[in-house]
């Protein structure tokens, strides 16, 4: 296994030309992993972004240059689950010999002219596909500004949060059938709704459809059922994160969710974006979480770092214009819980998790009004609605408004982007 760690080498360059511009989302200390297909190959592989290229495994796989396990096929799969079911010691090889091969001094790759066309593939010319078979999904609500606010709106402004809320890491259970990759159509749902002093409900498409600008992480190794993930423990269960679009039809929501929560309202699409950004590629970018007040039972207690600055944006460009409104910018490291104590709580009755399974943080919402997370927040349920750049206003979605997702960690002289998490709201099928 090569000396060096990429993630704390500001300087380090590929000889990938594109990589070592400033603001490329994908240098050679990030090497994402996603799964891909092209015109010449149709079967989704596995490969790594890097600058404005993808690094095709399987070839280097097939050519025994890249190895994960044995001589098992790893990277010749449409999803990352058997590669990440391998472990944090082969996550990390494995990088650590792929920035070996971009690295600009290195030959091996570079001057074999025949093999890089092969495994080098223009992102532009390729499709991206769901990197993950999601067999588990818990979305929590872990951001203390998000559930402020909304606790507010819908209940008591004086008294917003419910007593449970600052103990652990609030949760429900959620549909995998409805996780889609990013740049799939989102169709506007439908459902019950109850009209404000209607007796009964009527039934029709989601009036209030809204976003809401998560990241999750993915959990690399798993537990036995039984057994709980500790807190000291949990940090090496996670392969990486995306960021994540938890779309929501907030009258559904608000109709049906009391007594058991969250129902119709949530299980019509999550977006998630194509690229995992590894937890060894956002070491560099660890800091404080916020103060937890009460401190937390022994079981969730944690010392150091274990938030990360990550930047969030969200921008809207409705039907028919060229034209984006970047609507809000917030950062990851709001979460009051963090992805430890989240995994933690999650096992601690004994849950059993799998590789590959998506843990949401909840809206990621900040101190200023102009970092809340979702349009329920940002115009106040509708109350007042966002001026747009094109000269138009938005209180909820509308058909045809395309949300894009971005986010990144912006180290020296480098940055290391999460891409992108986009939608188009299609029509009501009435």
Known sequence: MPDFNPTRDSSLKSWVESANQPGCDFPIQNLPFGVISDRSNPVPRIGVAIGDQVLDLAVLEQVEILLADGSRAIFNQPILNPFIALRQNAWRETRAKITALLRDDNPVLRDNTSLCRRALLPIAGVSLHMPIDVRGYTDFYSSKEHATNVGSIFRDPKNPLLPNWAEMPVAYNGRTSSIIVSGTPVRRPQGQLMPPNSVRPVFGPCRMLDFELETAFIVGEG???????????????????????????????????????PFNGKTFATSISPWVITMEALEPFRVQGPTQNPQPLPYLQQTGRHSFDIHLEVKLKPDGTGESTTITRTNFRHIYWSMAQQLAHHTVSGCNTRAGDLMASGTISGPEPESFASLLELTWNGQKP????????????????????????Q??????????????VLPARL
């Open 386 to 409: 966002l001026e747009l750049l094109n000269g138009g206003q938005r209180g909820f979605l509308e058909d045809g408004d395309n949300v894009t997702m971005t986010g990144w960690c």
């Open 411 to 424: 180290g020296d002289g480098f940055r290391v982007g999460f891409g992108e998490a986009s939608g188009v």
């Open 223 to 261: 537990n036995v059922l039984g057994e709980p993930i500790s807190i000291d423990g949990a940090e090496k269960h996670i392969f990486g994160m995306v960021l994540l679009n938890d779309w929501s039809a907030r009258d559904i929501q608000r109709w049906e969710y009391v007594p058991l929560g």
